[in-house]
């Protein structure tokens, strides 16, 4: 089992910043992804930004440029640094991960990001 702890989210005007975090503790293999997803009103959870254990990235196309994935290995903690915000980035974010072997998906209790002026 795995447990994720997110933080960060909040409420931002357009063109601000958040930094969002989100710290596995558990059955934590050192094979692994980590990432963040978002899920707006009426609409299907979706990627917006994966790291891999090893450094690979992600990201979705409305995020590129504007939003950055990051991790620490040593704390098995995952961060997004969210630039330029816009109205359209207003979602409920999720931490998910998912790791050797068996690549299950474990979910973070999830955190509110609102854009708006």
């Known amino acids: 089992q795995v447990q994720l702890v997110e933080s960060g989210g909040g409420l931002v005007q357009p063109g601000g910043s958040l930094r969002l975090s989100c710290a596995a503790s558990g059955s934590i293999s050192s094979a692994n992804t980590m990432g963040w997803y978002r899920q707006a009103p009426g609409k299907q959870r979706g990627v917006v930004a994966t790291m891999a254990s090893g450094g690979r990235t992600n990201y979705a196309d409305s ?12 704390k098995n903690t995952v961060y997004l640094q969210m630039n330029n915000l816009k109205p359209e980035d207003t979602a409920v974010y999720y931490c998910n991960f998912r790791g050797w072997p068996r690549w299950d998906d474990y979910w973070g209790q999830g955190t509110q990001v609102t854009v708006s002026s």
């Open 63 to 74: 995020v590129k440029g504007r939003f950055t994935i990051s991790r620490d290995n040593a």
